[in-house]
């Protein structure tokens, strides 16, 4: 069965401390690697979209990475505003609308 | 372009009740999909609709079904409601075109709560 995890479940920052949110798949099958931001009682909102190991993509504090077996979301000098649950989510194979969606992360910065 | 749209927002039913949600896509999506998200399992996939046809279907029981519009609008019923059922419902538009996965777009979610 395909598994997406993540960790840490909670993470507390200051204000200005970078820190990375790690996202572990299932290799085989693999289509691509989606990052979602979640605010608390809103619909998730999309942030990245990975397809190859190596790809790099960016948005203003947030830098997202994907290897062969993890994904990785960088957070950069991070502010009270980016505190929210960091959601990755798997596509596999050919299923078009099923992504399978790690626990998430809650992020809280403090000022 | 305005994103997708779920009505009602808030709901409250008791159990046995049936209930329905609906759901409008983002204008030239023609994929919906449905997920169901609670704390203690997070965000779990229901079924997926394309071209008014269920393309993919997670693992839950048959009280849920939904149906797709000729206008790609979806609604999903969840019937005999149970305790457990207390959730957000959350409904994602793509275009579906592609031949895999797609960045799904999420609406604001339907917050469902059984009595």
């Known amino acids: 069965e395909d598994q997406v995890t993540q960790s840490p479940e909670a993470l507390r920052l200051q204000e200005g401390e970078s820190s990375s949110l790690n996202c572990s798949y299932t290799v085989s099958g693999l289509r691509g690697l989606f990052w979602y931001r979640q605010d608390p009682g809103k619909g998730p909102e999309f942030l990245f979209t990975?397809?190859?190991a190596g790809e790099e993509k960016e948005k203003e504090r947030l830098k997202a990475t994907l290897t062969k077996k993890e994904s990785f979301l960088h957070i950069t000098a991070p502010k009270p505003e980016d505190s929210a649950t960091y959601l990755c989510?798997?596509?596999?194979?050919?299923?078009?609308?099923?992504?399978?969606f790690g626990k998430g992360t809650k992020l809280s910065v403090k000022p | 372009k305005a994103g997708v749209t779920q009505t009602p927002r808030y709901l409250i039913k008791t159990r046995g009740q049936q209930v329905t949600l609906s759901c409008s896509p983002i204008?030239?999506?023609?994929?919906v999909s449905w997920y169901q998200q609670t704390p203690g399992q997070g965000l779990q996939f229901l079924f997926e609709y394309f071209s008014e046809t269920q393309r993919n279907k997670g693992n839950f029981p048959g009280r849920f079904s939904g149906r797709q519009f000729s206008n790609s609008r979806s609604e999903m019923n969840v019937s005999t409601l149970e305790l457990g059922d207390s959730a957000l419902y959350l409904c994602?538009?793509?275009?579906?075109?592609?031949?895999?996965?797609?960045?799904?777009?999420f609406g604001p979610g339907t917050r469902l709560l059984v009595l």
């Open positions: 989510a798997g596509g596999y194979g050919g299923s078009q609308g099923n992504l399978i």
């Open positions: 204008s030239g999506h023609r994929s």
């Open positions: 994602a538009s793509s275009p579906g075109v592609a031949g895999g996965p797609e960045t799904q777009y």
């Open positions: 990975l397809y190859s």
